[in-house]
């Protein structure tokens, strides 16, 4: 089973930026998609960007396309989000995992709270 650990998030003011970073265990990482979710109060967990395997391409919603930008180191098994321009509709609780998916376990996620 792959354990995901995220990182990197914080309070920022709104207009700032933030880098987060996943950490995965295991090797079946490596060929899995895999994407950033995130969960605001009282709404459903939504995907925001995903990236193939080989981190050749990427996709995002439309809340955070020009803002964010997803890529992956898999020598290090990581993954990260870059994160600018923030806006207060992006605090959230920030998560990855495969796309689709997700079918490992969630890790502790990562806050990240923008304020105006």
């Known amino acids: 089973q792959v354990q995901l650990v995220e990182s990197g998030g914080g309070l920022v003011q709104a207009g700032g930026s933030l880098r987060l970073s996943c950490a995965a265990t295991?090797?079946?990482?490596?060929?899995?998609?895999m994407g950033w979710y995130r969960q605001a109060p009282g709404k459903p967990r939504e995907l925001v960007a995903d990236?193939?395997?080989?981190?050749?391409?990427?996709n995002y919603a439309d809340s955070v396309k020009g803002r964010f930008t997803l890529s992956r180191d898999n020598a290090k098994k990581t993954v990260s989000l870059e994160m600018s321009s923030l806006k207060s509709e992006d605090t959230a609780v920030y998560y990855c995992?495969?796309?689709?998916?997700?079918?490992?376990?969630w890790g502790q996620g990562t806050q990240v709270t923008v304020s105006s």
């Open positions: 990236i193939s395997g080989g981190g050749d391409t990427t």
């Open positions: 995992n495969t796309v689709p998916g997700p079918i490992w376990n």
């Open positions: 295991g090797n079946t990482f490596l060929i899995k998609r």
